[in-house]
């Protein structure tokens, strides 16, 4: 009964894992610094402020941003997808080899 809970593991498992875990806690801090920065630098769309102001605005002013903005929406996606898989991951080592 014993012998069938006390599984044994090729050396390289016991070797990469505790390294792998590792690797990816470190990812998932990197990515969740970069998905904090990344939101802090996007901008507010308020698209309510001409309503007070009564002023509009022109289309280079709407869209001067729009690249910048473009850009860091895209890095915030991927360094969330990227963070999601690393934390799924991390996980999965887990319970493969706790």
């Known amino acids: 009964m014993n012998s069938l809970l006390l599984k044994e593991y090729p050396l390289w498992i016991t070797n990469s894992f505790p390294i792998i875990r590792i690797v990816l806690f470190c990812l998932v801090i990197a990515s969740a610094l970069i998905l904090i920065i990344t939101t802090l630098f996007q901008n507010n769309d308020s698209n309510n402020t001409e309503v007070v102001s009564g002023r509009q605005e022109s289309y280079y002013s709407k869209n ?34 706790p």
């Open 64 to 97: 001067k941003g729009g690249s910048r903005d473009a850009k860091l929406q895209l890095i915030t996606i991927i360094t969330s997808i990227v963070a999601v898989v690393c934390i799924v991951l991390y996980f999965v080592s887990i319970i493969i080899y």
